[in-house]
């Protein structure tokens, strides 16, 4: 009598193989688009806080009274505020902030306002 074997389900170790090297090649691939993600993300959390951190002061200029320029440090961020006279009725109020980047290249916001004489 003849035996024949019965057909098993499942993969061989070469397909297993092929399909562990085809995912490590494609989450290779990902790898870079991670990096430039958390990148952007830093960069958009430093530009973020910097922001708030201009608008914050501005406000506080706007209810000084009188406002006087100055400068102060919070965190890794410097902070610049100018006070100018533009008429008797009318204040220009510019503030800056200057931060740096993880790599320490540097950047700075700069918002303008005016106030006027109450």
């Not at 952007?40 to 406000?59: F, G, H, P, Q, R």
């Amino acid at each position: 009598m003849i035996m024949r074997r019965k057909k098993q389900a499942g993969f061989t170790l070469i397909e297993v193989m092929a399909g562990m090297v085809i995912m490590a090649v494609g989450l290779l691939l990902l790898l870079p688009m991670m990096v430039t993600s958390i990148q952007a993300n830093n960069i958009a959390k430093n530009s973020t806080e910097a922001s708030m951190l201009l608008k914050d002061k501005m406000e506080n200029l706007k209810n000084m009274n009188p406002a006087v320029s100055g400068a102060d440090t919070v965190g890794t961020t410097t902070r610049n505020w100018t006070v100018t006279p533009v008429s008797a009725n009318l204040t220009q109020l510019t503030v800056t902030v200057h931060w740096a980047d993880e790599r320490g290249n540097p950047h700075s916001n700069t918002m303008m306002s005016y106030m006027s004489a109450h």
